[in-house]
């Protein structure tokens, strides 16, 4: 009974603390805006009370702190207040919110908490959902840990989402016809399947589907291109019916892709919001198509080991001829996303300084 009466009061706190907020679901699709960011990686010296915390991301560490000092800042800032300018529904990181390797599971929910609040304070008025990223349950000596984050982050995106989030970080939720779906790519692949499967058959009828996620769904990075969404090759086939639209992160390099088959079609947006990179003269990057990625993917293979390599190899191959792809590196600069969602399409506008001018506007996606 006590527990009951508990529960009732954080889901209390919980709302009352969002009071003023609309929530995401709130509003009809028609016309509106959404506001996207990327890896944070929040990290600061109070969280590392043992040197060796950080082993041998000592780079890393450093890198943030910098970051941190002051660039950082800056673009949360402007990006909150672009959110105020084009009167956002809400706005979403996609993991990577803190760097971890904390300690202890009592530090690394500190660390959370804290590099939420760092965020949140430049969105006072706007809904900010957070997805689950691979360093947001990294503790030190690099071990992944869910029960060290999740009774910091769960808490959170109940709040901002309006409602309980309670196992993992999987959760979903509709504004009008659109679906909003975010995954946990940190449990089981099956789990989420079911998961992607169960909320989409609850949801026939959708305008777009947006796939929020950490890791990709579809390869993006050139090193290890299949650390990806669990079951990402099943998941797919659920989502390609669906005129969706992923957005992810986890890269630190902003990408656009797709894959298209008999099926349909999916398009892949990666946002970086790294400050090390923010308000920096326009850096072009990478590859520029997909031929040039895959060339790229099939070098880094050629120079490791054979035999280590010899499953991923042929999961490539597979994937290669799975569909039609397209891929482009946008640039080296991190920012965040103004998504425009109209009755027509879906179009991107990339942020990358403080200035009102995106550094490059994509369409993404038509209506059906």
């Known amino acids: 009974?006590?527990?009951?009466?508990?529960?009732?009061?954080?889901?209390?706190?919980?709302l009352t603390a969002a009071a003023g907020t609309p929530f995401p679901g709130e509003g009809n699709s028609g016309t509106y805006r959404v506001l996207?960011?990327?890896?944070a990686h929040f990290d600061a010296e109070e969280f590392h009370e043992?040197?060796?915390?950080?082993?041998?991301?000592?780079?890393?560490?450093?890198?943030?702190?910098?970051?941190?000092?002051a660039k950082s800042p800056a673009l949360f800032a402007a990006a909150g207040k672009r959110a105020v300018a084009e009167s956002v529904a809400f706005a979403v990181q996609l993991g990577d919110l803190v760097q971890g390797d904390c300690d202890g599971a009592a530090l690394q929910q500190a660390m959370i908490r804290k590099g939420f609040a760092e965020v949140k304070k430049n969105f006072p008025r706007t809904a900010l959902l957070i997805v689950k990223g691979n360093h947001d349950i990294r503790t030190a000596k690099r071990s992944r840990n869910n029960t060290a984050a999740n009774p910091a982050l769960l808490p959170i995106i109940s709040r901002e989402l309006g409602k309980p989030v309670k196992r993992n970080s999987c959760y979903?939720?509709?504004?009008?016809?659109d679906l909003?779906?975010?995954?946990?790519?940190?449990?089981?692949?099956?789990?989420?399947?079911?998961?992607?499967?169960?909320?989409?058959?609850?949801?026939?009828?959708?305008?777009?589907?947006f796939f929020m996620t950490h890791l990709p769904l579809l390869p993006a990075a050139i090193g290890r291109p299949f650390w990806v969404v669990p079951g990402h090759d099943r998941i797919v086939k659920l989502l390609e019916t669906r005129n969706t639209l992923i957005l992810a992160a986890h890269t630190h390099s902003p990408s656009l892709g797709s894959r298209t088959t008999k099926q349909g079609r999916l398009t892949q947006l990666i946002v970086s919001s790294m400050g090390h990179s923010w308000g920096m003269k326009l850096k072009p990057e990478g590859c520029r198509s997909w031929k040039s990625y895959a060339a790229a993917v099939e070098k880094r293979f050629a120079a490791r080991e054979a035999k280590k390599n010899t499953d991923v190899r042929k999961r490539w191959e597979a994937w290669k001829h799975s569909g039609t792809f397209t891929f482009r590196h946008l640039f080296g600069n991190?920012?965040?996303?103004?998504?425009?969602?109209?009755d027509e399409k879906?179009?991107?506008?990339?942020?990358?300084?403080?200035?009102?001018?995106?550094?490059?506007?994509?369409?993404l996606l038509t209506a059906r």
């Not at 996207?36 to 890896?39: F, I, S």
């Not at 979903?172 to 016809?177: C, E, I, K, L, Y």
């Not at 909003?180 to 589907?209: H, K, M, Q, S, W």
């Open 1 to 14: 009974m006590r527990s009951r009466y508990l529960a009732t009061l954080w889901l209390l706190f919980g």
């Open 172 to 177: 979903a939720f509709t504004r009008g016809r």
């Open 346 to 363: 879906v179009v991107a506008r990339y942020y990358i300084d403080s200035s009102a001018k995106p550094g490059v506007k994509l369409k």
């Open 180 to 209: 909003y779906i975010a995954v946990d790519g940190f449990i089981a692949a099956g789990a989420i399947e079911n998961f992607v499967r169960e909320t989409l058959a609850a949801c026939p009828d959708t305008r777009y589907v």
């Open 334 to 342: 991190s920012g965040f996303v103004v998504l425009e969602i109209d």
């Open 50 to 69: 043992m040197s060796s915390s950080v082993g041998n991301h000592v780079s890393e560490h450093e890198r943030n702190l910098k970051m941190w000092q």
């Open 36 to 39: 996207v960011m990327g890896d």
